[in-house]
């Protein structure tokens, strides 16, 4: 859901036929990313979990060069899944990161610090219902 210019926000939401969502805790998994357009360029959202390190990855890539996505600042919160789409204020867990660009494959984004990461422990902790978690993407240009 887009809230405002380059700040959208979505909510992952347990498997339709599960109570507890443990399958997603069992295996790598990635998601589809989600388009934000800022600034008359395409940004695209991602969250992904990796099994062997069990841990929740985010991260914003731009379509674009290294020196376009430097000009750009994102901020990501994650916060409980029950929480209201336009409040991300005190979200569980907040940072800055820099933008990736896309000359990045996966390992080189996981491995940049330009990502916001959090373990399994910490995701499970934000549930609530049949919500795993809500987050925030957002993304500004630099000064």
């Given at each position: 859901t887009k809230l405002a210019e380059g700040l959208m926000t979505c909510?992952?939401?347990?498997?339709?036929?599960?109570?507890?969502?443990?399958?997603?805790?069992?295996?790598?998994?990635?998601?589809?990313?989600?388009?934000?357009?800022?600034?008359?360029?395409?940004?695209?959202?991602y969250y992904e979990r990796k099994n062997s390190r069990g841990m929740w990855i985010f991260f914003i890539r731009m379509y674009g060069s290294e020196q376009l996505a430097s000009r750009y600042q994102c901020t990501i919160h994650v916060g409980s899944g029950d929480r209201e789409k336009n409040n991300f204020d005190g979200a569980e867990r907040s940072g800055q990161v820099s933008c990736v660009h896309y000359g990045?494959?996966?390992?080189?984004?996981?491995?940049?610090?330009?990502?916001?990461?959090?373990?399994?422990?910490?995701?499970?902790?934000?549930?609530?219902?049949?919500?795993?978690?809500?987050?925030?993407?957002?993304?500004?240009?630099?000064?």
């Open positions: 909510k992952m939401m347990y498997p339709k036929d599960e109570k507890t969502g443990d399958s997603l805790y069992e295996s790598s998994a990635r998601f589809p990313p989600l388009e934000l357009e800022f600034d008359k360029r395409l940004f695209y959202c990045l494959d996966r390992l080189q984004v996981h491995e940049s610090g330009c990502c916001l990461t959090i373990d399994d422990a910490g995701i499970r902790k934000m549930a609530t219902g049949n919500a795993l978690f809500r987050v925030w993407w957002q993304v500004t240009k630099k000064n």
